[in-house]
DNA sequence: TCGGTCACGTA
DNA sequence: CGTACGTGACCGAG
């Protein structure tokens, strides 16, 4: 109990909420018979914490149990098997503790990740989410400081510290920094808060324009979100001596000395400098300098991009030679026996990953797993006894505009396997045109040669385009947008001491992010539900996927099983699309193939 | 030591 | 006056 006077004067009595009270259960068994009795079938949503060696806490609608033992995700393997329930976690750590003791689940649901998707934050701590899903401001959020961890405190009033939730409302920080692994019972509540934090966030998601569109986002971002997990912890498998062999071509052979390395380095450097100018800068890696060697060459230039120098080979040696440096430069600096040595280990190259990322939520990865050259592809090769199954989506992006957009006439073109062909043929103009053109009012170019075909576009395709005007329109008014799959979009704000030519373009900027985050975002949805459907599915094969890449999926699979996982991987398409998007007048299509290296795909 | 810029790899 | 991302080298401010 705790006396309050209020600003009015009044004193009054406060009392700390109950707390929670938790059941204990001895082993896996009886844990099973009360989430029985509690009408606990396959798909229900159980809320799970697990703190090693401490305990399992699970929490159902009010009733929360733990199970006090050193190894709880042997208990969540055997509910797994026996019910198979969704389980709901604050954030895809614990599926993180579950890989590392061997244990893998079917289902999810990710209050962060979910957060995520419905308030476009970026940092998903349980305290921010717990303080926003209650309207509790963020400044009298607390945190662990100096005193608490000295085990004083500012606040007289923190009510009962077996009590995840304190008086004010906020969640415990101490809690939220570990101590909820403490006691068993301590992790039965916080499963329990997990359980509670899921329920606002459903009704948030109730209240979104769409709201069962929302609610199967929130299932599939969250199990994208747990794969994200699954290919953090397996890897990329990667044929090590191909790897070196690759980058020896490349670099020249391994150094093993700092003096090497400098020497390798040097000689390359000469390589490009015999070309270059007498006087002035020589550091080929400052672009200044370049630069100017390029001026003293005769040949200006505003920067020094490869694009850009790409037609001033012939001009002179020099640019030739630079430019060949710079392809070398980047294998021996980012692709190099560096990033071998620090990313692969065991015949897999790991990285982090995340399941929804940046503006539109694509999934990222680190450890150069999506911008890996083209050329070291030879060296992703599937496991003796395996094959890849290697998918990539066909004109993804288009296709997503039609369908969200709902244009009849865009959709009418997606029933072709390349569909800029009908689109060229209704604007009257070659199909490198009509792609072009496409491309640019997706991402809101408007100078160069797409500038006559789509005012054409407008006219053929007038729902699409608005579609995209509305998008563009919003956000060069600052305003957020929402995708179709509900993912909120934040805009930035421009300056109030802006010139006003910068102001108009940081609004043109925010106009083009946008317009290009409602299509890119969407397509991020549909190829996370087509993912997490292949995940599914594959299992079945003993097959994982290993890699996504925006609109390409490499799954791993026993040689023996390689076609059937191509027919997964196919169906799945099918599946995942009308399960995004009922309405089935926008075709999907995906170019599927069974190979030993990632390079044997086709172009 | 840090953030900003350039550059370049992927989609 | 085409978007998104991750990485590394360098610069200049602190």
Known sequence: MARHAGQDGQVSTMRARPVEPVMRVADAGELMRSLGEHGVARGSMVAVAIAEPVGLGVAVDGAAWVCATPTPCAVVASVEA???PR?????????????????????????AEVHRLVFGTWRVDPSRIWARLHDLPSSTMP????????????????GDDEDPVRPDGHLRPEWVAGAWRNRPERVGRWAATAWSAAQLLRRALRQLPDPAVAEASARSE????LLAAELAFDGLPIDAGTAEQLITDAVGQRPHTDAEVVA??????????????????????????????????????????????????????????????????????????????????????????????????????????HNMPADLRPAVAAEPGHVFVRADLGQIEPRVLAAVSGDPVLALATKDDDMYAPVASRLGVERSVAKVAVLAAMYGQTSGPAGQALHRMEREYPVAMQYLKDAAEAGRQGHDVRTRGG????????????????????????????????????????????????????????ARIVLCLHDELLVHAPVEHGEAVARVVADGLQEAAHRWMPDTTVRFVADVSVIGRWS????
């Open 82 to 84: 026996e019910i198979r």
């Open 87 to 111: 389980w709901l976690w604050w954030s895809s750590d614990t599926a993180t503790t579950l890989l590392a003791a061997g244990v893998r689940v079917a289902t999810c649901w990710d209050v």
């Open 143 to 158: 945190v662990v400081g100096q005193l608490d961890l000295l085990g004083a405190s500012l606040d007289a009033d923190e």
């Open 600 to 603: 044997d795909a086709k172009a």
């Open 264 to 369: 390798q380095r040097e000689a390359r450097d000469a390589e490009v400098l015999r070309h270059a100018p007498l006087g002035g800068g020589h550091d080929l890696r400052n672009p200044a300098h370049v630069r100017s060697m390029l001026t003293r060459l005769g040949i200006d230039v505003p920067n020094t991009r490869a694009w850009r120098l790409e037609a001033l080979r012939d001009v002179h040696p020099f640019v030739d030679a630079l430019l060949t440096w710079r392809k070398a430069e980047r294998m021996a600096t980012t692709y190099g026996y560096g990033w071998l040595d620090q990313h692969v280990a065991g015949g897999r190259l790991r990285g982090a990953w995340s399941g929804s990322d940046g503006a539109a939520g694509r999934m990222t990865a680190q450890a150069g797993l």
């Open 222 to 225: 969250s199990a994208a979100e």
């Open 487 to 542: 993912r909120l979009v934040r805009m930035w704000q421009t300056s109030d001491e802006m010139e006003p030519d910068d102001e108009r373009s940081a609004m043109a900027a925010r106009g083009r992010y946008a317009r290009n985050a409602m299509v890119q975002g969407a397509a991020a949805e549909l190829f996370k539900v087509w993912a997490v459907t292949v995940r599914a599915r594959a299992a079945a094969f003993d």
